[in-house]
């Protein structure tokens, strides 16, 4: 699929939201309810393996987790190729 200039220069004024996962666990529901504050929930990746990068429901990259200016941050480590991000986006407004 061909995408015009003219389509290229719309979709990428477009604002996206991006989602970082630290990483999951799988619990009842049980578990979850018996969370208090101060208890300990382990997810399922290793320390310092960082986080992965999703836009839609989509992973797009992995990145490390650092803090910059009090807040958390992602460096981006490893990302989609830039014609693919660009295809999966305009595919998606269709």
Same mark, same amino acid.
């Not at 018996?34 to 208890?39: C, K, M, N, V």
């Not at 960082?50 to 839609?56: L, S, T």
């Given at each position: 699929?061909? !995408?015009?200039? &003219?389509?290229?220069?719309? #979709?990428?004024?477009? +604002?996206?939201v991006?989602?970082?996962?630290?990483? /999951? *666990?799988?619990?009842?529901? $049980? +578990? =979850?309810?018996?969370?208090?504050?101060? %208890?300990i929930? /382990?997810?399922? $990746? *290793? *320390?310092? /393996? @960082? @986080?992965?990068?999703?836009?839609?429901?989509r !992973?797009?990259g992995?990145?490390? !987790? !650092?803090?910059?200016?009090? &807040?958390?941050?992602?460096?981006?480590?490893? *990302?989609?190729?830039? %014609?693919?991000?660009? &295809?999966? =986006? =305009?595919? +998606?407004? #269709?």
């Amino acid at each position: 699929m061909e !995408i015009s200039d &003219r389509d290229y220069d719309l #979709l990428v004024d477009t +604002e996206i939201v991006v989602d970082v996962m630290l990483g /999951s *666990a799988n619990i009842t529901v $049980k +578990e =979850f309810l018996d969370l208090g504050e101060g %208890d300990i929930l /382990s997810l399922d $990746k *290793a *320390a310092g /393996s @960082g @986080g992965d990068i999703y836009v839609n429901q989509r !992973i797009v990259g992995t990145g490390d !987790i !650092i803090v910059m200016d009090e &807040r958390l941050a992602v460096r981006v480590q490893d *990302a989609m190729d830039s %014609d693919n991000v660009v &295809r999966y =986006f =305009f595919e +998606e407004r #269709l």
